[in-house]
C-alpha cells in the first residue's frame, strides 16, 4: 500500500545514547514533517521539510536534527537522548505546505 | 502559539447518535483540518475548510467554520461503533499546521 513508512516501530534506548529514526513516503509528495504527540499534548511539530533540499525548525526542535535525504526520506535523529524525549514519533507528508498530511503509524521511543 | 483547543475532551454516545466536537484557536488561519486517530495509528486526514468557506460536508461529517469566533465544529452523523477515536483539529500557520490536544470518542454499540 502506498503512503509513509516508519521505522523502526518499537525502540527502547539508554540516556545519552543517539539513534536516527527513518521515514519514507511513495506518494512523490514534496513536503515532509516530523512530529512528537505526547500524552494530553496533542501533536507537536519537530521539524518540517517544505521541499527537496530546505528543513525547518517547528515547535520543539531543541535536542534533534533532520536530514532531507532525498524527495522520499526524511530521517530524525537524536544525538544524545534524554528521558523527556519519551514519546510517539510520528512522521508525515503532504503534497504541498499546509495540504492535507499523511501519516505514517508512528515509532514508540522510551528511553531510560 | 496558534494550537487549537478541542471541546469535549471526551465524548461517550450511543451508536446511532450524533456527535458534536468543537474547536477554538487563537490567530487567523489559511484552512483548518480534521483528522482522526484510532489507537495505537497514524492520523488520518477527514477534511479540510478554507478560511473563506463556512461549511463543509463529506459523507456523514459536516464542518463548520466561524473565523469571526474562531472556532471550528465537526458533527458526525448516525455514529458506528467504527468512528471510536479520538478527533483533533489542525490549524494552519505560515508554514505548518497546529495541532489541538483531542477529543477522545467513545462510540457504544
Known amino acids: 500500500n502506498a503512503g509513509v513508512t516508519q521505522t523502526p516501530k518499537f525502540q527502547v534506548l539508554k540516556t545519552g545514547q543517539s539513534m536516527t529514526l527513518q521515514c519514507a513516503q511513495d506518494?512523490?509528495?514534496?513536503?515532509m514533517y516530523w512530529y512528537r504527540q505526547d500524552p494530553g499534548m496533542g501533536l507537536r511539530l519537530i521539524y518540517y521539510s517544505a521541499s527537496e533540499g530546505t528543513t525547518d525548525k517547528g515547535e520543539v526542535p531543541n535536542g534533534y536534527n533532520v536530514s532531507r535525504l532525498n524527495k522520499r526520506e526524511f530521517s530524525l535523529r537524536l544525538e544524545s537522548a534524554a528521558p523527556s524525549q519519551t514519546s510517539v514519533y510520528f512522521c508525515a507528508s503532504s503534497e504541498i505546505i499546509n495540504q492535507p498530511q499523511h501519516f505514517g503509524d508512528g515509532t514508540r521511543l522510551s528511553i531510560l | 502559539s496558534q494550537q487549537g483547543e478541542e471541546d469535549p475532551q471526551a465524548l461517550s454516545i450511543q451508536e446511532g447518535e450524533n456527535a458534536t466536537m468543537n474547536c477554538s484557536y487563537k490567530?487567523?488561519?489559511?484552512?483548518l483540518q480534521w483528522y482522526r486517530q484510532n489507537s495505537g495509528r497514524g492520523l488520518v486526514h477527514l477534511i479540510l475548510?478554507?478560511?473563506?468557506?463556512r461549511e463543509k460536508h463529506s459523507g456523514r461529517l459536516r464542518v463548520t467554520l466561524d473565523t469571526s469566533k474562531k472556532s471550528s465544529s465537526l458533527l458526525i452523523t448516525a455514529s458506528r461503533a467504527a468512528d471510536t477515536a479520538s478527533y483533533f483539529c489542525?490549524?494552519?500557520?505560515?508554514?505548518?499546521?497546529?495541532f489541538g490536544t483531542g477529543t477522545r470518542l467513545t462510540v457504544i454499540p
Open positions: 490567530t487567523s488561519i489559511n484552512n
Open positions: 475548510i478554507r478560511s473563506n468557506e
Open positions: 489542525a490549524t494552519t500557520g505560515a508554514n505548518n499546521l497546529f
Open positions: 506518494m512523490n509528495h514534496n513536503s
